[in-house]
């Protein structure tokens, strides 16, 4: 059965940190590429960052280019998303996705991942 479970949201204020991470079973994911959205109230699920399960390339929203880094743990099957400098308008639910590498690192359609963990909520206080 696959399973993403993502853990870590919680509130923050303003210019603190946050590290999400979601832990991933059931699928041999070497052909994979794992991404984080989020979801603000209101607006649609957006793309915010993404890296090769086998590799270490990355594609990162404009919006939180050098304040977010995402990395994974091929061994202990986790990919964290650590969020330095955070803003109250990166308050959302934040989601975990899995999807086939050939549809490339920089297609940041949510349609192109099949695998979503059941979101956790990050909200940034001002």
């Known amino acids: 059965q696959v399973q993403l479970v993502e853990s870590g949201g919680g509130l923050v204020q303003a210019g603190g940190s946050l590290r999400l991470s979601c832990a991933a079973s059931?699928?041999?994911?070497?052909?994979?590429?794992m991404g984080w959205f989020r979801q603000r109230p209101g607006k649609e699920r957006e793309f915010v960052a993404a890296?090769?399960?086998?590799?270490?390339?990355?594609n990162y929203a404009d919006s939180v280019k050098d304040r977010f880094t995402i990395s994974r743990d091929s061994a202990k099957n986790t990919v964290d998303l650590q969020m330095n400098s955070l803003k109250p308008e990166d308050t959302a639910v934040y989601y975990c996705?899995?999807?086939?590498?050939?549809?490339?690192?920089?297609?940041?359609?949510?349609?192109?991942?099949?695998?979503w963990g059941q979101g956790t909520q990050v909200t940034v206080s001002s």
């Open positions: 890296i090769r399960w086998s590799g270490s390339s990355t």
């Open positions: 059931g699928r041999t994911y070497t052909n994979y590429r």
């Open positions: 996705a899995a999807g086939p590498t050939f549809f490339g690192l920089s297609n940041t359609d949510p349609r192109t991942y099949n695998d």
